[in-house]
């Protein structure tokens, strides 16, 4: 990352596995995504067992917190009938912002800047809103395209936007994602590689050190910036991902 701030959102291919006639690219994107699942079932083994009473004690408690944070997040939007889908915005919620904060660790790789990734998650949402609304509605669901208390001479126009409209959440919830992860990292980097330039090429001298202060203090709050923006980040997809599921379930009403 020290001579293209792009680097950092590279895929590369670590191995490959050959089976029969079809090659397997083993990238850092499955990488990451397996290493995440092995820390949820490392998380899950943590807290079923009593291996330490310290450790679990306070992975306990950050985990009790998320839990009703999220919880309360979901009921707040869903009816009574959608609370079911809670584990699923919870582990959505989860994966969402390990996957945003690894990116921000030096010489790691940030999959959710990558829209593959962010458009699987956004089409996994939506995809499931329209199957859960024509399971619960049946017909009904295209109520949802018809604003109520409209003239008849406007309904195909109407119908027409609020279906584009539908469409499309999936790509501005991936977008949303992809955009905010990508710009926050390029600004992070480019800062950082300014100040390595600044630095080491050529001989320090405390002009240089005196100079690089300002760039250093301004980096670290760009970091705790990001932090924080990772983990709005999954809070807004969480948020919208349980509207668009609410809307299913508001054809019920017309």
Same mark, same amino acid.
């Given at each position: 990352m #020290?001579?293209?701030?792009?680097e ?6 670590h191995?490959?596995l050959y089976? $029969?006639n079809?090659? $397997?690219? %083993?990238?850092? #994107?499955i990488?990451?995504c397996?290493f995440?699942i ?5 998380m899950?083994?943590v807290?079923?067992f009593?291996?330490k009473k310290f450790?679990q ?5 950050i985990?009790?917190? @998320?839990y ?8 707040? *939007? ?8 809670f ?7 989860i994966f969402?912002?390990i996957n ?5 660790l030096?010489y790691?790789? #940030?999959t959710?800047?990558?829209l593959s990734?962010t458009?699987?998650?956004? !089409?996994?949402?939506? *995809?499931?809103?329209v ?5 619960e509605?049946? @017909?009904?669901f295209f109520s949802v395209?018809?604003?109520?208390g409209?003239? $008849?001479?406007?309904?195909? !126009?109407l ?6 409209s *539908?469409i ?5 919830l991936?977008?949303r ?18 100040i390595?330039?600044m630095l080491?090429?050529?001989m320090i ?5 005196i ?5 250093y203090?301004?980096? %670290?709050?760009?970091?705790?910036f990001?932090?924080?923006?990772a983990?709005?980040?999954g *809070? %807004? !997809?969480?948020?919208?991902s349980? %509207?668009?599921?609410?809307? #299913? ?6």
């Open positions: #020290t001579l293209n701030p792009f950092q959102f590279q895929i590369q291919n191995f490959e089976y $029969f079809s090659v $397997f690219l %083993i990238t850092n #994107t990488v990451v397996f995440i092995i820390l949820f079932k490392c899950h083994l807290l079923s009593r291996i450790t004690s306070i992975l306990l408690s985990f009790k917190s @998320l009703n944070f999220i919880y309360n997040l979901v009921n707040s *939007y869903l009816p009574f009938e959608g609370r079911i889908y584990p699923f915005f919870l582990y959505l919620f969402i912002c945003n904060l690894i990116g921000i030096p790691s790789f #940030t959710t800047s990558h990734i458009f699987t998650l956004s !089409f996994v949402v939506w *995809y499931g809103c199957i859960i609304g024509f399971s509605n049946g @017909l009904r395209f018809l604003p109520r409209i003239p $008849f001479i406007l309904v195909p !126009f119908v027409g936007i609020e279906l584009i *539908y499309f959440r999936s790509v501005s991936a977008l994602l992809f955009a905010n992860i990508v710009a926050g990292h390029i600004l992070l980097d480019t800062l950082a590689i300014f390595h330039k080491f090429p050529s001298t405390f002009v240089k050190i100079i690089s202060i300002i760039p203090i301004m980096c %670290i709050v760009l970091i705790l990001e932090c924080v923006v983990l709005l980040q *809070y %807004i !997809f969480v948020v919208l349980s %509207i668009y599921l609410k809307d #299913t379930y508001s054809a019920q009403s017309h």
